[in-house]
């Protein structure tokens, strides 16, 4: 098996010249996210083959995923997308050597806050308020 | 003209030459993971209840059980390439790395298979 290469902040971590600012902690959230999605991803086909084995399995999963702490879980895991879908897009920008500069990473980094905050809290008024499934 | 030495080209050093394609997939998948997902979330909002007639009408429905798929795939092998990337960063112990990558290898491609099943069984069922 030949040696794949790091990614290039892994050699300076710790020594090297990054110093911290929001923008570091911005990205690292995003691959905690992402391994997050992954538990997020299974709860979903989990959810999906309990309906395909008819009615009766589907019914004895329901009480675990209606009840308070599941919609605290899925919350959680919106937020999780809602996050990695923002900061996704802004790491794709960066793929096409957009957005580099500090003063735009930084603006693009409130952005990407701003756009986390308000559409996870439209999204869990809808699941907590209006009371919406699952 | 190659500039490698022969000692790294007779011990086998250098790139895999799977990088490009690897940072490629991870990109393209986003790029597709990105509309289906918002459709995901919307629709699951707005499913009016989770009682087992709603969601199983809901997998079955037109074109329904063929985005399912696709995300689900899609969703796994980003998980896997982004997974593999983590590992490879953070894990340096050539056997729990190894393992590791086994592992989420194991783990995606199941869920990707085991989600299509399900999708399909709803959806062939919805049929008759």
Request: hydrophobic residues 55%; contains cysteine.
């Amino acid at each position: 098996m030949a040696e794949r290469p790091l990614s290039p902040f892994m050699k300076v971590v710790g020594i090297g010249p990054y110093r911290w600012a929001y923008t570091n902690t911005l990205s690292i959230l995003h691959r905690v996210t992402g391994v997050a999605l992954v538990a997020a991803l299974l709860g979903l086909v989990i959810w999906l083959i309990g309906a395909s084995f008819g009615r009766d399995s589907y019914d004895a999963f329901k009480p675990f995923f209606v009840s308070l702490p599941a919609k605290v879980v899925v919350s959680l895991a919106l937020i999780a997308l809602i996050y990695h879908f923002s900061t996704g897009l802004r790491h794709l920008a960066f793929d096409i050597g957009w957005g580099f500069e500090k003063t735009t990473a930084r603006r693009t980094a409130n952005l990407v806050i701003a756009a986390v905050v308000i559409v996870s809290a439209l999204c869990l008024y809808l699941i907590f308020w209006r009371g919406t499934a699952p | 003209m190659s500039l490698r030495a022969p000692l790294a080209k007779a011990l086998n050093h250098g790139s895999a030459h799977a990088g490009v394609h690897h940072w490629v997939v991870q990109r393209f998948s986003a790029l597709a993971l990105a509309p289906l997902s918002i459709w995901l979330v919307y629709q699951l909002l707005s499913l009016p209840d989770s009682d087992y007639h709603t969601v199983v009408g809901w997998v079955g429905n037109s074109w329904n059980p063929v985005l399912l798929s696709l995300l689900i795939v899609l969703a796994a092998w980003h998980a896997w390439l982004g997974l593999s990337i983590v590992i490879e960063d953070y894990v340096h112990t050539y056997l729990s790395k190894t393992l590791l990558l086994l592992l989420s290898a194991f783990l995606n491609g199941l869920i990707a298979a085991s989600g299509v099943y399900a999708v399909l069984r709803i959806a062939i069922r919805s049929l008759r």
